[in-house]
């Protein structure tokens, strides 16, 4: 079975510019979850949407990011302005919805951005 | 910030030897799950733990949700090269909610 597919692997750009990435949860999963790791920080949820609808933004850092969700089977996460702070590792994890907080959640390989 | 202690934070043994590392929190958890990550791969969901005293057994892998709610071990017997990676912890403090919490992780290295 496929698992959770993002994309791309790796992103090297200039501070500044428009960053996009894109995840693919397990399909008949539900929920999808937004994740950033850093040395500093571990792993951070950023946000999560239950059945496409954003249902907990707290974790995004501040305007610069925006993620969406518009169908089951596709997400993306965007940084527009892009900042050197926000060099990490990005993963997408999802799981199935039928019992939320119970239900195990399935990530990615990740993101490995790099803002110069 | 993080709600999870984990500790050690790393651990060096030789293969053959039996693992342990725990999880714990101020506050009560619903849930509970053991991750491994392994160098340019996301977590790998290990085992899940949902009632409190619950053992769980993944192979040489065993996982124990504690009575209290706010502690959990993970148990890797007779370790193997292939055990090396970074476990983290993670839970959830609502039935209502997919909201993870992770723990700070623990680096294993195994030296055969």
């Known amino acids: 079975d496929a698992g959770v597919i993002q994309s791309p692997r790796h992103e090297v750009t200039e501070m500044g510019q428009e960053v996009t990435l894109r995840c693919k949860p397990i399909s008949g999963h539900n929920s999808l979850f937004w994740y950033r790791q850093t040395m500093m920080r571990g792993l951070e949820l950023l946000i999560y949407?239950?059945?496409?609808?954003?249902?907990?933004d707290s974790g995004m850092p501040e305007d610069r990011f925006s993620a969406k969700m518009p169908n089951a089977s596709f997400s993306t996460l965007k940084i527009q302005p892009s900042e050197p702070r926000d060099s990490a590792v990005y993963f997408c994890a999802s799981s199935q919805y039928s019992n939320p907080g119970n239900q195990p959640q399935h990530f990615g390989d990740g993101t490995r951005l790099s803002i110069l | 910030g993080q709600q999870l202690n984990q500790s050690p934070q790393s651990m060096f043994i030789q293969e053959g030897e039996d693992v342990s590392m725990n999880c714990t929190s101020s506050?009560?958890?619903?849930?509970w799950l053991w991750y491994k990550q392994e160098p340019g791969e996301g977590p790998v969901l290990l085992i899940a733990l949902y009632k409190a005293g619950e053992l769980t057994s993944n192979g040489r892998l065993t996982a124990q949700f504690g009575i209290t709610r706010k502690d959990s071990f993970l148990n890797i017997s007779a370790s193997i090269p292939s055990d090396v990676g970074i476990y983290f912890c993670a839970g959830t403090r609502s039935s209502n909610t997919g909201k993870l919490i992770f723990g700070q992780g623990t680096t294993l290295q195994v030296k055969p």
């Open positions: 506050s009560i958890f619903n849930t």
């Open positions: 949407f239950n059945n496409n609808v954003p249902i907990d």
